[in-house]
């Protein structure tokens, strides 16, 4: 099973030595709130975009269309 964005980011900070409250901060977002979005898994684009920024990570969201191999 994959693993889901809130998953990801927390592997993320565990190996950038950053806590939640930090990622918080340097997102603009209070702690808590945060800890919601991982708890639920509910991130807009930007935000991924954002949260990799802050963890020094590029985010590449796309679909890539099966029977042509297209990214988009």
Avoid at 10 to 35: D, F, G, H, Y
């Amino acid at each position: 099973m994959p693993l889901t964005m809130g998953e990801k980011i927390k592997i993320i900070l565990k190996r950038r030595n950053m806590t939640l409250a930090q990622l918080a901060e340097k997102t603009e977002q209070s702690r808590q709130n945060l800890s919601n979005k991982l708890s639920r898994d509910n991130f807009t684009e930007k935000e991924l975009y954002s949260i990799a920024s802050a963890l020094d990570c590029t985010f590449e969201a796309s679909f890539t269309m099966n029977d042509t191999g297209e990214k988009i």
